[in-house]
Nanobody
Framework: QVQLVESGGGLVQAGGSLRLSCAAS????????VGWFRQAPGREREFVAA????????NYADSVKGRFTISRDISKDMVYLQMNSLKPDDTAIYYC?????????????????WGQGVQVTVSS
């Protein structure tokens, strides 16, 4: 098991940027793929982006391609989500998840370690 803590959320105007961070502790984080998911009120938790253990492969939801970038710093056990050109539809609680599965999966069911989430609010 790994413990995950997200940070970096907040309130931003449409068109602005935020960088979310996911800090890990516990087992060797470099063995885990990490995904960012988000959940808006009344909606299912949906995939946003994922990165494989060595950072060489990433996947994105179509809705964020070209605007969001996922990256990781293996030496610091950190994963980041840089969010640019934010839209009001990006408003949600953002969660990072980790999986020993090893691939940058879009499947929420693959992830069995979750952080507590961080609120991102984009005003129009």
């Amino acid at each position: 098991q790994v413990q995950l803590v997200e940070s970096g959320g907040g309130l931003v105007q449409a068109g602005g940027s935020l960088r979310l961070s996911c800090a890990a502790s516990g087992r060797t984080f470099s063995f885990y793929a990490v995904g960012w998911f988000r959940q808006a009120p009344g909606r299912e938790r949906e995939f946003v982006a994922a990165i494989n253990p060595n950072g060489a492969t990433s996947n994105y939801a179509d809705s964020v391609k070209g605007r969001f970038t996922i990256s990781r710093d293996i030496s610091k056990d950190m994963v980041y989500l840089q969010m640019n050109s934010l839209k009001p539809d990006d408003t949600a609680i953002y969660y990072c998840g980790a999986t020993f599965y090893g691939l940058a999966s879009k499947d929420r069911a693959r992830y069995d370690n979750w952080g507590q989430g961080v609120q991102v609010t984009v005003s129009s």
